[in-house]
């Protein structure tokens, strides 16, 4: 995005010093990262960032106001309802395409957003390994609002402990050393200090939870979600039939709290007005059909890892749902072929994670992902045949 820091990375870049990037990054735990990591950064101004910050502050102000919770009361799936739900999430995550609008210009526009955790840790140790590898210039930083790779780390590790010690608060996912996110796992646990726990190895005692360590049964405390239900789902039996202890009133607390999964996600789209959010309806509630669907993108309100979207939408398409209440119509935006690179330029989306402490009237913006493709999807899973594509992260100017 920064004509002259592209071409002087672009200049310097080596396959050499790339396999030397990846083979320290695999380095901390060999096999863990599963998705393709991209041959380079994102580097973005202080005018783009600015665009982007403004966007989700404008966002947080919607989740602030008193009224957010019951203006998300149908968000959350019965079937999946979580007692003892917190006052706020802990965590945010933003996803940004960095897009081309009518007059040629790039700006953000919002694609999704979460209130759930992303690879907050990984990024920790991609930042760190990327500085060894790769000339970052001075005054560009992957950090927002000042941070430090330190005072980060150390906020995330007090959001995620509480009150507890790392012992008693658990990373909770679904088989996770089988999950394509399990390098931040690890990461987590390196930094955090918590362990990394399967839903299935959770013993429940009325309302108190344990897992085992060492042979002694240790209680949990506090839970650091990373279940996502939707996943859950697909499971097997005997998995979804111990998921269902995750409804039961105990003696635990969450965070971030599930049912903030719903709540901040595609079904909070509608609710926002501003320019780098691009329109978005409920399917149900829409009167008169657009005539231009080839324009918009049709999307399940729950679905896992971006599966069921319809990109090139058809009459037909609208037609075929059966539930329109758990659908959204979003204004189509138009990837900017932003990233320069030895063959064809690469799309780009970033992430901007934000963390939500308890006892603030607000979350803070702190650290970034970035994703680059050059397919119709955005997302590592979708670009495996191609180079200069993947996982990476942006620095932004101070």
Same mark, same amino acid.
Request: glycine residues 4%; hydrophobic residues 40%.
């Given at each position: 995005? /920064? $004509?002259?820091?592209?071409?002087?990375?672009?200049?310097? %870049? &080596?396959? @050499?010093? +790339?396999?030397?990037? *990846?083979? #320290?990054?695999?380095?901390?735990?060999?096999?863990?990262?599963?998705?393709?990591?991209?041959?380079?950064?994102?580097?973005?101004?202080?005018?783009?960032?600015?665009?982007?910050?403004?966007?989700?502050?404008?966002?947080?102000?919607?989740?602030?106001?008193?009224?957010?919770?019951?203006?998300?009361?149908?968000?959350?799936?019965?079937?999946?309802?979580?007692?003892?739900?917190?006052?706020?999430?802990?965590?945010?995550?933003?996803?940004?395409?960095?897009?081309?609008?009518?007059?040629?210009?790039?700006?953000?526009?919002?694609?999704?957003?979460?209130?759930?955790?992303?690879?907050?840790?990984?990024?920790?140790?991609?930042?760190?390994?990327?500085?060894?590898?790769?000339? /970052? $210039?001075?005054?560009?930083?992957?950090?927002?609002?000042? %941070? &430090?790779? @330190?005072? +980060?780390?150390?906020? *995330?590790? #007090?959001?995620?402990?509480?009150?507890?010690?790392?012992?008693?608060?658990?990373?909770?996912?679904?088989?996770?050393?089988?999950?394509?996110?399990?390098?931040?796992?690890?990461?987590?646990?390196?930094?955090?200090?918590?362990?990394?726990?399967?839903?299935?190895?959770?013993?429940?005692?009325?309302?108190?939870?344990?897992?085992?360590?060492?042979?002694?049964?240790?209680?949990?405390?506090?839970?650091?979600?990373?279940?996502?239900?939707?996943?859950?789902?697909?499971?097997?039996?005997?998995?979804?039939?111990?998921?269902?202890?995750?409804?039961?009133?105990?003696?635990?607390?969450?965070?971030?709290?599930?049912?903030?999964?719903?709540?901040?996600?595609?079904?909070?789209?509608?609710?926002?007005?501003?320019?780098?959010?691009?329109?978005?309806?409920?399917?149900?509630?829409?009167?008169?059909?657009?005539?231009?669907?080839?324009?918009?993108?049709?999307?399940?309100?729950?679905?896992?890892?971006?599966?069921?979207?319809?990109?090139?939408?058809?009459?037909?398409?609208?037609?075929?749902?059966?539930?329109?209440?758990?659908?959204?119509?979003?204004?189509?935006?138009?990837?900017?072929?932003?990233?320069?690179?030895?063959?064809?330029?690469?799309?780009?989306?970033?992430?901007?994670?934000?963390?939500?402490?308890?006892?603030?009237?607000?979350?803070?913006?702190?650290?970034?992902?970035?994703?680059?493709?050059?397919?119709?999807?955005?997302?590592?899973?979708?670009?495996?045949?191609?180079?200069?594509?993947?996982?990476?992260?942006?620095?932004?100017?101070?």
């Amino acid at each position: 995005m /920064i $004509p002259s820091l592209r071409k002087q990375f672009n200049a310097s %870049f &080596t396959k @050499e010093k +790339y396999h030397s990037f *990846l083979a #320290e990054l695999n380095s901390k735990h060999a096999g863990a990262i599963e998705f393709r990591v991209a041959e380079t950064p994102v580097f973005v101004d202080k005018g783009f960032k600015d665009k982007i910050l403004s966007a989700c502050e404008s966002i947080v102000d919607v989740i602030t106001q008193p009224n957010f919770v019951s203006l998300t009361s149908h968000a959350i799936p019965a079937e999946v309802q979580v007692p003892n739900e917190n006052k706020h999430t802990h965590f945010i995550a933003f996803d940004f395409g960095i897009c081309e609008n009518a007059a040629g210009e790039y700006e953000p526009q919002l694609i999704e957003m979460q209130g759930f955790p992303t690879l907050f840790a990984y990024q920790i140790w991609h930042d760190q390994v990327t500085h060894k590898h790769f000339s /970052i $210039p001075d005054g560009y930083s992957a950090l927002l609002n000042d %941070f &430090t790779p @330190e005072s +980060y780390t150390k906020l *995330l590790q #007090e959001v995620i402990l509480g009150e507890y010690d790392a012992e008693n608060v658990i990373l909770l996912e679904i088989l996770p050393h089988k999950q394509k996110t399990r390098i931040d796992f690890y990461c987590t646990t390196d930094y955090i200090g918590i362990p990394v726990v399967c839903l299935t190895e959770l013993i429940q005692e009325g309302r108190h939870l344990f897992y085992i360590k060492d042979g002694k049964k240790i209680p949990v405390k506090r839970i650091y979600n990373r279940i996502i239900f939707d996943d859950l789902q697909q499971q097997s039996a005997e998995i979804q039939g111990k998921g269902k202890l995750l409804l039961s009133d105990l003696e635990v607390e969450w965070v971030p709290h599930p049912n903030w999964f719903y709540r901040i996600s595609k079904y909070t789209l509608p609710f926002i007005n501003h320019p780098y959010v691009p329109k978005t309806s409920f399917l149900h509630e829409i009167k008169d059909m657009p005539n231009d669907l080839e324009n918009y993108v049709l999307k399940p309100l729950f679905s896992f890892a971006g599966q069921g979207v319809v990109i090139d939408v058809t009459r037909a398409d609208i037609d075929a749902v059966k539930d329109p209440h758990n659908w959204i119509l979003q204004k189509k935006v138009k990837y900017a072929d932003v990233i320069i690179t030895p063959d064809i330029p690469a799309k780009a989306e970033l992430r901007i994670f934000y963390f939500w402490k308890e006892g603030e009237a607000r979350p803070i913006a702190t650290n970034n992902l970035a994703r680059l493709s050059k397919g119709k999807m955005i997302g590592v899973r979708y670009n495996q045949d191609k180079e200069w594509v993947g996982g990476s992260l942006a620095y932004f100017e101070k």
